[in-house]
């Protein structure tokens, strides 16, 4: 058989399983199919409708509109193809070399090309079907204020596909090549590199940045000027992401729907140049760079025994971490476990850390808005706009990392059964766990917001203590709904979260953030009616009604699925699906 005829049975195959799961699980879990139904169908309504006001309005800014709305289309672009390339290599790195299919697959007689296309398939399928479906309410609003006729829809989705299959490509490739060329420590070494250098540019950004606007002031214009200045990047004609967005606005410009081909030729062209990359790399690479993942995996075990035999038995038993004393050396060990586990794991710690840098750049850059600032109400829609921000990336952090945890433990569930530790107590542990890092981060990240906007020290503790409270329900709701609606089949964390389960994760995490901004909003109402900040608005009846029922919100939604979920592992439902 051909590569070509292989990668075509692997396709069926896998086709025939999708559809066989996805038919029981819509014939048996009619909750869970309603429920991913309405929330699809109300994120396209909300975003459409968002995606349009925000348009109109930046279309009808007078010289300048047009100009930005085509500049937001080009960022946003290079924002999708970024992610894409991303999201690929993480997905196909746990797909191809972290993943028991791939070694019986290995065992098959199938080339070890036709695997490694396969899997690449698989994991740009996996990661784009989002990001589509992200973008496409944004194009319909698109096309709306434009005006443009329905062949912009079938133009824009011909060439979409070759775009999707250049930036799957990359990633791809990307992956494979450090596999194969790249130790842990050069990994590291080069992401160590690449963050210093983020972390220079952006801070003599914000330093020339201050100084012009110390120089000039802060015009409208000289505004308009650094916006799209800072922006330079999403335009460079070397981007592909460069050549799909002129070619879409392009399109949407009258008389002006063939008048170049030179993008849509770039994009096909090097499309077609990436997937014979592939073709060569599945045949040349792969194998090689799977050999060389099992090696290090191999000397790592290696040295991890060597170690732990210089150090002997006794010296190990005497040795007791500080941890130990307080909550007891079996959850200290657990402890120890799931932070080794994340942490040697790069597909989880890299994800993580870029969410919490972009974070900390975010909070960093808003002393430059504080300076446009001079009404309390404008000042406090921006805080609370940023509080709003750090708990969607927390609750979005929490459903990605916390809700697979208990899941991960996989069919070796049983040993902890049989253990002395309990696992209702398992439960407890990483709730801590998750809410004190993730906390942590996320309250610094705050504070940091705080300073630069100048709230001062008791605004700012109101704004910390507000994100803790969501991290505690944030946090126990991935955690209850992880034991509630476990994959103990699943070792991919990316896949356990597309469930059921963890989409209810993600709803329910929006809900009780609407819900909560809403309350907190209301605690302080005067600000936004009489603009002006009252010192002793907790003890307002606004602000006493709102705070406590701030606190039995949270309460309600922390205790809720860890009582359920504790009483599910008491019965031990789940180690009869072991």
Same mark, same amino acid.
């Given at each position: 058989?051909?590569?070509?005829?292989?990668?075509?049975?692997?396709?069926?195959?896998?086709?025939?399983?999708?559809?066989?799961?996805?038919?029981?699980?819509?014939?048996?879990?009619?909750?869970?199919?309603?429920?991913?139904?309405?929330?699809?169908?109300?994120?396209?309504?909300?975003?459409?409708?968002?995606?349009?006001?925000?348009?109109?309005?930046?279309?009808?800014?007078?010289?300048?509109?047009?100009?930005?709305?085509?500049?937001?289309?080009?960022?946003?672009?290079?924002?999708?193809?970024?992610?894409?390339?991303?999201?690929?290599?993480?997905?196909?790195?746990?797909?191809?070399?972290?993943?028991?299919?791939?070694?019986?697959?290995?065992?098959?007689?199938?080339?070890?090309?036709?695997?490694?296309?396969?899997?690449?398939?698989?994991? @740009?399928?996996?990661?784009?079907?989002?990001?589509?479906?992200?973008?496409?309410?944004?194009?319909?609003?698109?096309?709306?204020?434009?005006?443009?006729?329905?062949?912009?829809?079938?133009?824009?989705?011909?060439?979409?596909?070759?775009?999707?299959?250049?930036?799957?490509?990359?990633?791809?490739?990307?992956?494979?090549?450090?596999?194969?060329?790249?130790?842990?420590?050069?990994?590291?070494?080069?992401?160590?590199?690449?963050?210093?250098?983020?972390? /220079?540019?952006?801070?003599?950004?914000?330093?020339?940045?201050?100084?012009?606007?110390?120089?000039?002031?802060?015009?409208?214009?000289?505004?308009?000027?650094?916006?799209?200045?800072?922006?330079?990047?999403?335009?460079?004609?070397?981007?592909?992401?460069?050549?799909?967005?002129?070619?879409?606005?392009?399109?949407?410009?009258?008389?002006? *729907?063939?008048?170049? !081909?030179?993008?849509?030729?770039?994009?096909?062209?090097?499309?077609?140049?990436?997937?014979?990359?592939?073709?060569?790399?599945?045949?040349?690479?792969?194998?090689?760079?799977?050999?060389?993942?099992?090696?290090?995996?191999?000397?790592?075990?290696?040295?991890?025994?060597?170690?732990?035999?210089?150090?002997?038995?006794?010296?190990?038993?005497?040795?007791?971490?500080? !941890?130990? *004393?307080?909550?007891?050396?079996?959850?200290?060990?657990?402890?120890?476990?799931?932070?080794?586990?994340?942490?040697?794991?790069?597909?989880?710690?890299?994800?993580?850390?870029?969410?919490?840098?972009?974070?900390?750049?975010?909070?960093?850059?808003?002393?430059?808005?504080?300076?446009?600032?001079?009404?309390?109400?404008?000042?406090?829609?921006?805080?609370?706009?940023?509080?709003?921000?750090?708990?969607?990336?927390?609750?979005?952090?929490?459903?990605?990392?916390?809700?697979?945890?208990?899941?991960?433990?996989?069919?070796?569930?049983?040993?902890?059964?049989?253990?002395?530790?309990?696992?209702?107590?398992?439960?407890?542990?990483?709730?801590?766990?998750?809410?004190?890092?993730?906390?942590?981060?996320?309250?610094?990240?705050?504070?940091?917001?705080?300073?630069?906007?100048?709230?001062?020290?008791?605004?700012?503790?109101?704004?910390?203590?507000?994100?803790?409270?969501? @991290?505690?329900?944030?946090? @126990?709701?991935?955690?209850?709904?992880?034991?509630?609606?476990?994959?103990?089949?699943?070792?991919? @964390?990316?896949?356990?979260?597309?469930?059921?389960?963890?989409?209810?994760?993600?709803? /329910?995490?929006?809900?009780?953030?609407?819900?909560?901004?809403?309350?907190?909003?209301?605690?302080?109402?005067?600000?936004?009616?009489?603009?002006?900040?009252?010192?002793?608005?907790?003890?307002?009846?606004?602000?006493?009604?709102?705070?406590?029922?701030?606190?039995?919100?949270?309460?309600?939604?922390?205790?809720?699925?860890?009582?359920?979920?504790?009483?599910?592992?008491?019965?031990?439902?789940?180690?009869?699906?072991?």
């Amino acid at each position: 058989m051909s590569t070509f005829s292989q990668w075509l049975l692997l396709f069926r195959v896998h086709t025939k399983i999708f559809f066989r799961k996805a038919t029981l699980v819509a014939r048996h879990s009619r909750l869970m199919t309603g429920t991913i139904i309405a929330f699809l169908i109300t994120y396209l309504i909300a975003s459409f409708w968002l995606f349009s006001q925000g348009l109109d309005y930046v279309s009808k800014l007078p010289a300048a509109g047009s100009l930005l709305s085509d500049r937001l289309i080009s960022v946003m672009f290079f924002c999708f193809m970024l992610m894409l390339i991303f999201s690929v290599s993480i997905t196909g790195y746990i797909s191809l070399y972290r993943n028991r299919d791939t070694i019986w697959l290995l065992n098959l007689p199938v080339s070890h090309r036709a695997i490694f296309l396969w899997k690449s398939f698989e994991a @740009a399928m996996f990661s784009s079907w989002g990001l589509l479906f992200i973008l496409a309410p944004l194009l319909v609003a698109f096309a709306q204020n434009r005006g443009v006729s329905p062949l912009f829809y079938v133009q824009t989705l011909a060439l979409l596909v070759p775009f999707l299959i250049l930036a799957s490509s990359i990633g791809s490739l990307l992956m494979v090549l450090s596999i194969r060329w790249l130790n842990m420590r050069q990994l590291q070494i080069a992401l160590g590199v690449l963050v210093i250098i983020l972390i /220079g540019s952006t801070a003599f950004t914000a330093i020339e940045g201050q100084k012009a606007a110390d120089d000039t002031g802060l015009s409208a214009a000289l505004t308009f000027q650094r916006v799209l200045q800072h922006t330079n990047i999403s335009v460079n004609r070397a981007m592909p992401s460069t050549w799909l967005a002129a070619t879409l606005i392009d399109w949407t410009r009258p008389y002006r *729907h063939f008048s170049t !081909l030179l993008y849509p030729a770039l994009l096909i062209s090097n499309s077609l140049m990436a997937g014979l990359a592939l073709f060569w790399a599945g045949k040349t690479i792969f194998y090689k760079s799977w050999n060389r993942s099992l090696q290090r995996t191999a000397l790592a075990a290696g040295r991890q025994q060597s170690k732990n035999n210089r150090l002997g038995k006794a010296e190990g038993l005497k040795t007791v971490p500080l !941890l130990s *004393h307080i909550i007891g050396r079996p959850l200290a060990a657990i402890s120890k476990k799931d932070y080794l586990t994340f942490f040697r794991e790069p597909a989880q710690w890299i994800q993580f850390s870029l969410v919490f840098g972009l974070l900390a750049l975010y909070a960093s850059g808003l002393r430059q808005m504080n300076r446009d600032i001079s009404e309390p109400r404008d000042l406090y829609i921006v805080a609370f706009l940023n509080l709003a921000v750090c708990a969607l990336a927390l609750s979005t952090l929490t459903t990605r990392f916390v809700f697979p945890q208990f899941s991960l433990e996989g069919r070796k569930l049983w040993i902890l059964a049989m253990s002395p530790l309990k696992l209702p107590a398992i439960v407890t542990q990483k709730f801590l766990t998750s809410t004190l890092f993730s906390g942590a981060a996320v309250i610094l990240i705050l504070l940091i917001g705080g300073y630069n906007l100048q709230l001062g020290m008791k605004e700012s503790a109101f704004f910390a203590t507000a994100i803790t409270l969501l @991290a505690i329900g944030l946090n @126990a709701l991935a955690v209850g709904l992880g034991v509630l609606f476990p994959n103990l089949d699943e070792s991919n @964390a990316a896949k356990i979260v597309s469930g059921f389960g963890g989409t209810l994760c993600l709803v /329910g995490s929006f809900i009780f953030i609407l819900c909560f901004m809403m309350l907190l909003a209301y605690t302080r109402w005067g600000i936004f009616t009489e603009n002006k900040v009252n010192p002793n608005w907790i003890d307002t009846p606004r602000g006493f009604i709102g705070t406590t029922i701030l606190l039995i919100l949270t309460f309600i939604v922390t205790a809720t699925p860890l009582i359920f979920s504790k009483k599910k592992l008491k019965r031990l439902e789940i180690l009869s699906n072991l």
